[in-house]
């Protein structure tokens, strides 16, 4: 089930409309190359440290090909490329790619086969409520506190908060990483 968490924010496209709320993804997991090559090889004769190995192999030859101008395929996964943004001149003549070529990116374009597996039976989960750097356990709780003005109690009953840290982690242990398209 994928987690997330609602934020309220402004749309900076749309900045006269008042905030609305919306949906951030909350990582509760990362799984390192390791880890997954040892899911991925269970039940079968390859052992995950080949698998790690051919994967890294595949990675060190990547930035050659995107130094070239190429996209790369990764199988099932889907394509990278490089993208920039540039400096605008007047003048053709005044371009100078060295230092006006900015904001150099790896995209990662995922195959329609692998977003279709993705999305099949997916499901999402609620986590929490962010507001003013506070994270509320739940809707419910969110809500009580607009009422009441009172902050949700931690303890056993499961109501507690966090308040989120810079970097977006949040003090009860939860790695957060949005995909924010309003960031």
Known sequence: MVKFKLTKRINPQKKDEPAKWYAIPSVVNRQTTREVCKIVTRGSTTYPTEAESTFNLVVDGIPHELQLGSSVQLGRLGWIRLSFGSEGVEDITKFDAASMIKNL????????????????????????????????????????????????????????GSTEEPGGGTESGGDEETDDPLA
């Open 105 to 160: 990116k790896v995209i990662f374009t995922p195959s329609k086969e692998l977003m279709a597996e993705i999305k099949n039976g997916l499901t999402f989960e609620n986590v929490g409520v962010v507001e003013e750097g506070f994270t509320f356990p739940d809707t419910r709780s969110y809500l009580t506190y607009k009422e009441t003005g009172q902050l949700p109690v931690q303890g056993g009953t499961g109501t507690g």
